[in-house]
């Protein structure tokens, strides 16, 4: 057993962390469910994308992420009842990722149209070590990290 177990702040970011996470994979896969017909044509793995299209936001949209994390933290260890009361920070934050999701699919599927392997078989790409390696670098470019980086940077931001 993790030895910060006992530390409140410890607890609180990894649940923040956990929560946001969730939050953005739900809104993601609920969004491509009630537009896939709007994508579908240009992105044919649109329905299959939740993943990449999670990890693709974190990306694009880390700073604001991060930030929110941040202010779910300070509220939860405020513990202020009074100033929480009728606000909905995850409701806000699934509002920004819906807005931010069409221009998150325009970049996926540039990705995916710059893509110059087969593409003819969705389930294989899917799973392609070269489409994966593909689109770790294209989070690098975005981010100027590299994706250990970006995760050990999340790890030892909890400790």
Known sequence: ?????????????????????????????????????????????????????????YALYKEQVDNKIQEMKDLMEENNIPKIKGINPVK????????KFPALVHCFTEFYNSYAEDKADVDNLLKSLKFSQAFESKIEEITNRTIKNLIRENEYSSL
């Open 1 to 57: 057993m993790n030895d910060n177990m006992n530390d409140s702040s410890y607890v609180n970011d990894i649940s923040v962390k956990l929560l946001i996470s969730t939050v953005i994979i739900d809104t993601i896969r609920t969004q491509i469910q009630t537009t896939a017909g709007h994508y579908l044509l240009n992105l044919p793995i649109f329905k299959k994308s939740s993943y990449y299209l999670s990890g693709l936001f």
């Open 92 to 99: 806000t934050f699934e509002a920004f990722i819906i807005s």
